[in-house]
Structure formats: C-alpha cells, structure tokens
C-alpha cells in the first residue's frame, strides 16, 4: 500500500489502514511529514492548537510498526495493475544519515549560511543545514546542497566536525526504492495560488500587504516573530487589520472555484489577532459568508460580538498606499450600504486562492490518471464514489481532489482507506 | 527481592545537557535510596542508549528502570519496549521529563533547572520503587457491526464493511431502507434520479450473504463495550438480542416544519423542500412564478446554525422547473450563498446563467407572504443590494428549512451514553480530527447524525466510520493498557458518583459477595473500557478507588520526599 502525501490526510489514511494490518509507505517529497496543517497556529471552530493536536499524530506514523516513511522522496514510476503495481520512489540524499542524526540541533546553530525559510512562507530564515520545523517528524536535519559551503566547493565542514552523533555525509546519493504494492492513495494537498498577479492589491508592491499564511506563521508561537505581529515595513504592531476574501478564487479570471476555507480561516485569524491584542480590530471584506459547517455559524458569531470583528460585504477593487506612514488603503463599494468607499489600515491580509499541488502533474503522468481542468486528481463519480479516481486501484482523499477544510480531509482520508481494505480484502 | 533502581540521564546534545549539569544529577542519582546504578547518556534514545539500558538491566539485575529525558509522548513506548527486550515488566518503569519541565524552560538558570532536575529524578525514584508489576488486557473482538439507520449513511457503511468480510446487523426502524434520500427525486449536482444510485445500493446490502437486515425494529438496550457489545432490538412486542464488536449510529435528521413562518400552515401553496418533490414529484411544466426562501428557521437566534446543503437544494429545483419551463420565474430569496468548493460554485454560476434571479434578503427585514383564501399570491421582499422593496407575483413559495435532529436522538444517547451537542446533533469526539468517532471505544458515528450532510459527504462518512470500526475487528483483539481504575468493594458506599461522572460508562453498579457471604450492591470498573483518566478517584468520597501505576501511595512518596527535602511541611 502506497500513500502519496504526508499532509494530515495522507497521514490519517496511513495510520487507518496500518491499523487494519496493512503495510503502508508514506511517501512525502518534503523532509518532515505534517503538511499544511502543521504551518498552522490554530484551528477553526475550537481554535485548538493545530500542532497540538496533529503532532501525536505524526509521531503515530512514525512509531507505528506497519508503517515506513519515506520523507524527501518522490515516486517516480508506477507498473503493473491494481493489486499488484510496482512502484519506483526516489528518496533524495539528505545528507545526513537518518540512523545516526537524533535531531538535537547542534549542526544548524553552528551553520554559517542563512537561506530564506519556506516553511515560514519566507517570513523568516533557516539555516543550509536545517530542520523542516521544529516539531518534524522524523527529526532528521537535512542539509540544503544549493547552500551549504562544503557542497558548493567551499572552506566550512563546521556541521561535520560539531555533530557528535557523526551523522552528516556529504557523500550521500539518491537512492531508488522498488515496492511491490496493492493499491495507491492520492493525498498530495494544497499549495498557495500566487497572489503577485493580482497587481490591483498590491501584494509586493505594498510591504503591509501579506498573505493569510504569511499571516499564519506570524501569529504562530513557534513563527519567525515568536508570535508578535509586526508590520513589514516598520516592526510596528498594527492596530487595524483587514481581511480581503476571494483573492483569485471566485474569480473567473482566476479561479472560479470556492477554495472552501478562506472564510473561516479569515475569522479565526481575526479572533487570534484580538487575543494577542485586545485593542486590536479586524475588518473582513467577503462576497458570500460561508461557514456551512458544524460550529462555523456560532464561530462567525462570536468574532462579531466578543472580537470586535466588522464584516462588510465587498469586493474591494484596489489597495494603495499612503506613502508617509506605509498604511494601506482598500477601496470598495459596500454593496449593503450602496457607497464607493476609501478606509485606510496598518495591515491587510490577502485569502489567496488555494490551488492544488504543483506536483499533481506529474504524478497523474507517473500514476496514469487524469487532472481535472484545475489540476484536482479527477473523481469521476464524484458523487457516489468520492474518493475514486479514473485508473482502478488507485485512489484520492483531501484537498488534492477538492477544496476542503481538517474534518472533510480526514473522513475522506479513513473513506478511502475502507475502500482500500476492501479491494485487498477482495485480491486475498 | 530487594528493590534495584536503575537510573539513566540524557543530555539529549545540548537540550538538556547545556542547561542541566547532567554528571551532577547522575552523582547525586546514585545517593538517591534504592538506586544501584546510575549514568548519563549523550542520547538515551539513540542504540548506544538504548543497548545501555538493555545490558544494565541484565548486569545489575535492576528491577526498576527510570529514565530522565524529553516527552513521555514520543519517547515512553521505545523505553518501554526496551526494557521488556531485557525481561524486565514494562510497567517498572518511570519517565522523567528533564527537558520540557527543566531545560527548556528554564534556560537561563542553569543552577536551578538542575536542581529541579535533581527533584524531579528523586521523585521518579521514589515512585518506581512502589510500582508494580502489570499485565495488558487483552480482549476477543466479534467480528460483527450494528448499523443503525438504513440511510445512505448507514448503507454505505454496512456495504464496504460486509465487503471486507466482517458481518453487518443493520436496523431501520421504518419498514424500508434508504431514509430521507428516498423522498428526493433526483440529487445534485447530477440532478440524476436518486433512486438510480440509491436502489443498486439497497439491492446491494439486501442481497449480501454478510449483511442482515432488521426492518421497523427498535433499538431498546445496549451493553457491552468494545468487541462485545450485546444490542437488544423490538419488533412488533419480540425481542431478540445482537451479538456484535462495534456498533455505527446513522440515525440522519429531519426536515424542519416551519409552523408559523412565511405563511407556511396558512396557505396551501407555501411548502418545504421535501413536501414539494412529494407533491409534484417530477411534474413541473406547469410551475410558472416560483419564490424560493432560504435561511427559513435557520441562522436564526432560536436555531443558529447553518443547514449546509440547503442552498443547494433549493438551486436544484430551480434548474428543474426552469428546464421543465423555460419560461417561469424564478426568485431565490437568500443570505449568503453557501456553494463552498468546487462543484457547488459551478452549480450556482450555472443557476444565474438560467436566469434564476437572485434577491439578498436581510434577516432584520425578512420577505412578507401575502394572499388570501389560503392561497398566496405576492412576496414583499426588502432587496438589500439595490435598497428597494420589491413585491413579486407568486403561484407557489418554497421555504428552505435546514434538517433537525431526530426527536428520539435523546432516548438512543441514553441508551448507548454517547453525548449530544448544542443543536441536538451528536458530538464526535472531536471535531476536527476525530469526526466520526464517539468518545468511548467501538462507538461510530456518520451522517447527518452528526450535522447535516450532503449525498458524497454521507457516503464518505458512512465509508470513513466504517473504516474506524474495522480496525479492532481485522486486530481481533484489544488491548488496554493495564493502568485503571480498581475499586476496593469494601471501601465503596455506593453513593454512585463515580458511575455518574465517568465519561466512558466503565463504571458499573454490580452484586458483590463479601467475606460473610452478605451480598450488596458496589460499583465496580470494567477494565476493558476504563482509559485511567482518574477522574472516579477524585470523585470518590470514601477513598475506595486506585489507579493502578498512579495509586495514592505512589503519588504521596513523590510528595513527600519533595517535602522532606525542602523541608516543607505538608498541612
């Protein structure tokens, strides 16, 4: 059994059918399992820590004896027939033994090289020699050969000569894995829809204009500014903070889908900037306010009467920037009170469209199965067999397949999971 | 045999060891009353470590093994799976985070996180040497699931789990299967008959060799616990008994009947969702001004959630008269359109592309139906985003009413003791990782059961529900940890708090026989469901409950020793 995706869909499926007996490998192309859910700070509607709750989880998988997880790895090719493929996964060099690192952190504090940090949506920096975050499941370090000075023909070796543990190897090759497996589960997730071509807001362009998960990482504890909001342009801490929805979703420019979390999202971040700072505001601009699940309506609530939270009903045309003091200013038409509009704030936040995977393409080729025209792993019955996909044997769950928020990714993980126990159960 | 305390410090690199002067809590290790042996380890965890433990064990002859490192969460399995590589009883060992409580954070006074090093190793010490050896209990689970309710839900659970071989009791209280979806005619966003994916779907579960149904039965009684649950069901007087591992409730919901909103009960042609593909079933070319209102008994201060699917349903039948009749008119009436995601959105361009006429309502302002006769014939409607009222000619108004829990959800909850949460709906265990479990084991839950649920995110959830319930089953045993709670009969007044209180029904009253033969009425825990969460030993006012590897006498030679070394005197 392969599962494509250590996010917490792929992460649930895994765990499930490790559960039921079966040999699962994980196959996930970043060092550490976790996925997005691990960038988070908080959850909606229980604003339950979302590491908190997601870290046993992948310390399950890691533990779990019908379970190998293969972290920096990448399939490759997929033969053979349900029930019996072939699969080839590449897992990349490291760098550093996985056997012998016990994560204890030593060679990165030492490492003379600082890289922009991806995990921070480039918020912060990591070192050439890093861990994926801090809580990474496995904690091996991985060294990043793009910058790391030894790798790049230069004096340096301070990793090697620090880790006392004799864990890094600068030698290390890729190496090829050949399984033989029964069935694949698709988990491959989200990424973020680039918001820079969507000049008329001004993200790049305006420093206080940031993504919602820029905003994410900043209000995290363990985020790059320890969990302070700061603007970019001046450190200061904002005061009023706007939120703009749809931003490339519902857009037939754009996307024309609902990306299906970005309301919520948007709140909860509101009621967690207003518990940091209790004299802070925050103003949503939205088109349809969507919180259609169990909670959300109360959880919409709440942020209006005990977080100060103003919705307007808007699709801002354009941010600009009043240049002595950096604010930027939204301007919109309130279409309840029927009024061209100009409000000026210290920060706004773009929900930008959430897309699916990058990789989904190459991994439909690899797998032979079919993208549909937003690059979503195509389910062709979607209605009564939500987590098939157009090849037998193989299957999808979570956000890679649609839009959707934690709970729906993870009932859809242990749906697919059933599905596979039961076309094993059938091969047996 | 004497007590021999082994104890073993990381310095885990520097996490531990650049805060904690490590060589020193092993020195002072060594004075602490039992301990025969003591070291530090650069990583306890890693094999070096790992083999250290393990030859030590065999070396000294240690009977009791404690080690002072990082989090119990991710580390406690692997030394205790250590120590039973040695021989040694796996519950003889005690864990002592030095790292969260001490190091991390503390960094700055390295004198004190070592001395609260020290306390904490002298505690741990303490207590290992009280603790006793401990078995697993391990127990057979039936290979069989209770299904309740023969909706979508609940068919598509008894479906994939016959067909992973397990066997299936399904019970429907009505006389046939398929529950709310049998009363739509044709779903979205296919808009296919219903009955073409629903009848290959009952067809299915009734003719399966692994599946049994049990039509207009009653569910009256539910003992038991993970792998032995015994059900009691009622069929006209007759009762008969179910012998399965884990039971599934898809009991679905019910549509609300707005008495007294929007003229509904006042005029003939004002009526739900349901009630009008009942009486029109597919008969719509005559339907010519049709008003549709959302949010009718919904995202309202009485009932404050929102019916998720609702929206939908009423573009459904928009598109179906408006492709019956091109030339009717169509208003919808809403709030905010909630078509979250990828197909719904599509679904709701292509309704505005129809020419279905979408009006915002206010919720402060609602549409008036006005008629007379009891007929209705105009909608007065405030539209928000032009700022004017508008009054529209109608034949028929549709008012779209979320689902509502079932009536009898309160009388299954005390039966099975599964909770039930605000709106009336049951809660899952938790919300976001665990939708489709109940708190205590065995127990699953799918559908709109749980809140309402669209078609796909039924079937997914009866799949996902289905999956959790395999999982003791294809095991065919549970183990439960061996730290629960023992009641000592002796002690026990049965005042019956501790039965109330726990959250997982493990307590139970039964007969009790003492020394003198006299019989009389205790509480006692079944180790089986008890997860040891403690909270019948607060509860209880005669001290007759212990928790085994937390026991009082356990718990007090920590304190005490804390006490006497500080000097602190313990009022």
Request: hydrophobic residues 40%; glycine residues 8%.
């Amino acid at each position: 059994m392969l599962v494509i995706g250590g996010g917490i869909a792929g992460i649930q499926a895994s765990i499930d059918l490790a559960n039921m007996g079966i040999k699962v490998y994980l196959v996930e192309k970043k060092p550490s399992i976790g996925g997005r859910m691990a960038q988070l700070d908080k959850t909606f509607p229980t604003n339950d820590c979302s590491m908190c709750i997601l870290a046993p989880k992948m310390i399950e998988c890691a533990n779990h004896d019908n379970i190998e997880l293969l972290t920096y790895s990448e399939l490759s090719e997929l033969t053979g027939k349900a029930g019996r493929f072939k699969a080839k996964v590449i897992k990349k060099a490291r760098f550093v033994e996985e056997d012998k690192c016990v994560g204890c952190g030593e060679c990165a504090e030492k490492c003379p090289t600082k890289v922009d940090d991806e995990f921070n949506t480039g918020l912060g920096k990591r070192k050439a020699i890093y861990k994926y975050f801090p809580q990474a499941v496995p904690s091996t370090y991985v060294i990043d050969p793009d910058y790391c000075r030894t790798m790049q023909g230069k004096k340096c070796g301070v990793c090697e000569k620090i880790c006392k543990a004799k864990a890094i190897n600068y030698g290390q090759k890729d190496k090829v894995l050949a399984l033989n497996i029964g069935a694949v589960v698709l988990a491959t997730g989200f990424d973020l829809y680039d918001v820079a071509p969507l000049m008329e807001y001004g993200w790049g362009r305006i420093k206080n204009v940031i993504t919602a998960m820029q905003f994410e990482r900043m209000i995290c504890a363990s985020g790059p500014t320890g969990g302070h909001l700061k603007r970019p342009s001046d450190d200061r801490e904002p005061e009023r903070l706007a939120f703009i929805q749809c931003v490339g979703s519902r857009d037939i420019r754009h996307k024309r889908y609902c990306s299906a979390v970005c309301c919520m999202h948007a709140t909860k971040e509101a009621i967690l900037a207003r518990e940091h700072y209790p004299g802070l505001t925050s103003t949503i601009f939205y088109m349809d306010m969507r919180a259609a699940g169990k909670g959300f309506q109360e959880y919409v609530r709440r942020a209006k009467s005990q977080y100060a939270v103003e919705y307007i009903r808007a699709r801002p045309g354009r941010v600009t920037e009043i240049e002595e003091n950096e604010n930027p200013v939204i301007h919109y038409e309130d279409t309840i009170n029927r009024s061209f509009r100009a409000r000026e704030f210290d920060m706004v936040i773009l929900c930008q469209a959430l897309v699916p995977s990058r990789s989904n393409q190459t991994i439909a080729e690899n797998l032979g199965i079919e993208l549909d025209e937003f690059g979503f792993i195509s389910a062709p019955q979607e209605l009564i067999n939500p987590f098939g996909t157009t090849r037998e044997g193989i299957f999808g769950c979570g956000f890679c397949q649609a839009p959707m928020d934690v709970p729906d990714s993870v009932i859809r993980a242990s749906a697919a999971a059933s599905k596979v126990a039961e076309v094993l159960a059938h091969g047996s | 045999m004497p007590i021999r305390v082994g104890v073993f410090i990381c310095h885990c690199g520097t996490n531990i060891g650049g805060i904690v002067d490590v060589p020193k809590v092993v020195e002072y290790a060594w004075t602490l009353p039992h301990v025969v042996y003591a070291e530090g380890n650069l990583y306890t965890c890693s094999e070096d470590g790992l083999s250290s433990i393990r030859s030590m064990i065999k070396k000294h002859h240690l009977n009791r093994v404690v080690v002072a490192s990082c989090t119990p969460r991710t580390h406690e399995p692997l030394f205790k799976r250590n120590c039973e590589l040695a021989g040694l009883n796996k519950y003889l060992f005690e864990f002592v985070n030095i790292r969260e409580h001490c190091s991390w954070v503390h960094m700055n006074r390295h004198e004190d996180s070592t001395l609260k090093a020290k306390d904490l190793v002298r505690m741990g010490v303490a207590k290992v040497s009280l603790l006793k050896p401990q078995e697993d209990l391990s127990t057979e689970v039936i290979k069989a699931t209770l299904v309740i309710g023969g909706g979508i839900s609940g068919l598509s659970a008894a479906l994939t789990l016959a067909n992973q071989g397990y066997r299936v009791e399904l019970i429907e209280k009505k006389d046939r299967l398929g529950g709310l979806l049998r009363e739509i005619n044709r779903v979205f966003p296919t808009n296919e008959p219903s009955a073409d994916l629903l009848d290959p779907l009952i067809n299915a579960v009734s003719n399966h060799e692994r599946i049994k149904v049990h039509l207009g039965v009653e569910l009256t009684e539910v003992n038991g616990f993970l792998g032995n649950f015994q059900a009691v069901i009622r069929k006209k007087g007759k009762t008969h008994e179910l012998k399965v591992g884990t039971i599934i409730v898809a009991v679905g919901a019910e549509e609300l009947k707005p008495a007294g909103l929007f003229g509904y009960g006042q005029f003939h042609n004002v009526m739900t969702q349901l009630e009008f593909e009942q009486k029109f079933k597919s008969n719509y070319a005559d339907l010519n001004r049709v008003v549709i209102i959302n949010c009718v008994g919904a995202r309202v201060e009485e009932r404050t959630y929102c019916g998720r699917f609702c929206c939908i349903t009423g573009m459904k039948n928009a598109i179906l008269i408006k492709e019956a009749n091109p030339q009717a008119e169509i208003s919808i009436m809403q709030r905010d359109i909630m078509a979250g995601g990828k197909v719904f959105e599509d679904y709701y361009r292509r309704t505005l592309e129809m020419g279905i006429r979408f009006i915002r309502y206010n919720v402060d302002r609602p549409p008036q139906i006005m008629g007379s006769d009891n007929l209705a014939g105009k909608v007065e409607v405030y539209h928000e985003l032009i700022g004017k009222n508008m009054v529209i000619d109608v034949d028929l108004v549709l008012l779209n009413t979320p689902l509502v829990p079932r009536e009898d959800n309160e009388q299954l909850s005390k039966i099975m003791r599964i909770p039930i949460g605000s709106e009336g709906y049951f809660l899952e265990a938790h919300q976001k990782l665990r939708p489709v479990e109940f708190p205590s084991d065995g127990l699953f839950i799918a559908g709109c059961a749980r809140y309402p649920t669209e078609i796909s995110e039924c079937i997914a959830q009866g799949y996902a529900a289905a999956a959790k319930a395999a999982v003791p089953m294809a095991q065919g045993q549970v183990v439960s940890e061996a730290f629960t709670a023992e009641v000592d009969p002796l002690k026990c007044s049965n005042c019956g708090r501790c039965v109330e209180i726990c959250p997982f029904g493990a307590i139970d009253w039964s007969d009790w026989k003492d020394t003198m033969g006299e019989r009389r009425k205790v509480a006692l825990a079944n180790p089986t469901e008890c997860k040891g969460c403690g909270l019948c030993v607060a509860s209880c006012l005669s001290g007759a409950i212990q928790l085994k590897g937390f026991t009082d006498e356990e718990i007090l030679a920590m304190v005490n020793t804390t006490a006497e070394t500080h000097e602190l005197t313990l009022a």
